[in-house]
C-alpha cells in the first residue's frame, strides 16, 4: 500500500512558475513508476508527465513540453513536478499517481489504469 501527498499548488499569474510535490509512504517508492495528471472542472482527467522507476524514462503530453519538467528523489520518497511559463489552460487539480512495473509501461504510461494508487490532488490556479 502506497499513500500520496501533493503539496505545491496555488494561484499564480501567467507566465509564473510553481513546483509541485507528491511525498509517498513506505520503503518501496523506487519500485514504482510515477505519473502526474490532471483534471480541469468538467474535463476528463489529462495525462501531464511521467517517469520510471529509475528515471531513466520520461515522458510529457505535448501541450507542456519545454515548459514542465518531472524528476523524483527516491532518497526522499518524492517525486515533482517543475512547472514555468504557467497558462490559464493549465489550471486544474494535480494528481500524482503511482504504479507497479509493467512491461507495457514504455507504451502506456499515459493511460490512467497503469496506476494504482492516488494522491488526493492539489489546486493550481493561473489567472491574472
Known amino acids: 500500500q502506497v499513500q500520496l501527498v501533493e503539496s505545491g499548488g496555488g494561484l499564480v499569474q501567467p507566465g509564473g512558475s510553481l513546483r509541485l510535490s507528491c511525498a509517498a509512504s513506505?520503503?518501496?517508492?523506487?519500485?514504482?513508476?510515477m505519473g502526474w495528471f490532471r483534471q480541469a472542472p468538467g474535463k476528463e482527467r489529462e495525462f501531464v508527465a511521467a517517469?520510471?522507476?529509475?528515471?531513466?524514462?520520461?515522458y510529457y503530453v505535448d501541450s507542456v513540453k519545454g515548459r514542465f519538467t518531472i524528476s523524483r528523489d527516491n532518497a526522499k520518497n518524492t517525486v515533482y513536478l517543475q512547472m514555468n511559463s504557467l497558462k490559464p489552460e493549465d489550471t486544474a487539480v494535480y494528481y500524482c499517481?503511482?504504479?507497479?512495473?509493467?512491461?507495457?509501461?514504455?507504451?502506456?504510461?499515459?493511460?490512467?489504469?497503469?496506476?494504482?494508487?492516488w494522491g488526493q490532488g492539489t489546486q493550481v490556479t493561473v489567472s491574472s
Open positions: 499517481a503511482a504504479g507497479r512495473p509493467r512491461l507495457s509501461y514504455s507504451v502506456t504510461y499515459y493511460r490512467p489504469d497503469e496506476y494504482d494508487y
Open positions: 513506505g520503503r518501496t517508492f523506487s519500485t514504482y513508476n
Open positions: 517517469i520510471t522507476r529509475s528515471g531513466g524514462g520520461i
